[in-house]
T-cell receptor, first 114, second 118 residues
Framework: NAGVTQTPKFQVLKTGQSMTLQCAQD?????MSWYRQDPGMGLRLIHY???????DQGEVPNGYNVSRSTTEDFPLRLLSAAPSQTSVYFC?????????????FGPGTRLTVT | AQKITQTQPGMFVQEKEAVTLDCTYD???????LFWYKQPSSGEMIFLIY??????QNATEGRYSLNFQKARKSANLVISASQLGDSAMYFC???????????????FGQGTTLQVKP
């Protein structure tokens, strides 16, 4: 199993550009989520999904869109990049949303917006 | 609202000694899970240990143990016999499924940077 994969690993965008961060998992996990990590702030939840066709907002959803058309894929779209979106983005998945299920994390995407 | 607090931004420990990383949490839900993750300088998030809110015994995984004090709402990570490879950032996180949310969101603390001295 590849686990959770993310592409690209690094990306530089200009302000106002849009792009999609890709996330895929091959563990048949129902629950997937996106986090951003900024220095000194831990990981903050952007959006999450409890299954194909179902998504919801986390703590910091503004400026981001998600969709979940398949169990495997959970792309994150930046609509109009801003310097405040410079961060490291992690995708994660778990078997379910019950409290005992650990989340498996992808390797992260380091995004810089200039 | 759910909250995780890690009050130690940075800690040092001598190699082969034990170290405790503090974590307190706040939730009104009776059912929740507590997790610790390690993030080395390479950046990946590595799951270390899990404790459920209804578990009677403290969780252990090799050199890692979780000192769970439910009444105090604390879930401290204890690393025994520290190794140089333990130098990393450590995050405490909580996942709750009670109450009206029922969505299993994982909430993270701000992290503690641990440096192991030879």
């Amino acid at each position: 199993n590849a686990g959770v994969t993310q592409t690209p690993k690094f990306q530089v965008l200009k302000t106002g550009q849009s792009m999609t961060l890709q996330c895929a998992q091959d563990m048949n996990h129902e629950y997937m989520s996106w986090y951003r990590q900024d220095p000194g702030m831990g990981l903050r939840l952007i959006h999450y999904s409890v299954g194909a066709g179902i998504t919801d907002q986390g703590e910091v959803p503004n400026g981001y869109n998600v969709s979940r058309s398949t169990t495997e894929d959970f792309p994150l779209r930046l609509l109009s990049a801003a310097p405040s979106q410079t961060s490291v983005y992690f995708c994660a998945s778990s078997y379910g949303w019950a409290s005992q299920y650990e989340q498996y994390f992808g390797p992260g995407t380091r995004l810089t917006v200039t | 609202a759910q909250k995780i607090t890690q009050t130690q931004p940075g800690m040092f420990v001598q190699e082969k000694e034990a170290v405790t990383l503090d974590c307190t949490y706040d939730t009104s839900d009776p059912s929740y899970g507590l997790f610790w993750y390690k993030q080395p300088s390479s950046g990946e998030m590595i799951f270390l240990i899990y404790q459920g809110s209804y578990d009677q015994q403290n969780a252990t995984e090799g050199r890692y143990s979780l000192n769970f004090q439910k009444a105090r709402k604390s879930a401290n990570l204890v690393i025994s016999a520290s190794q140089l490879g333990d130098s990393a950032m450590y995050f405490c996180a909580m996942r709750d499924v009670g109450g009206s949310s029922n969505t299993g969101k994982l909430i993270f603390g701000q992290g503690t940077t641990l440096q192991v001295k030879p």
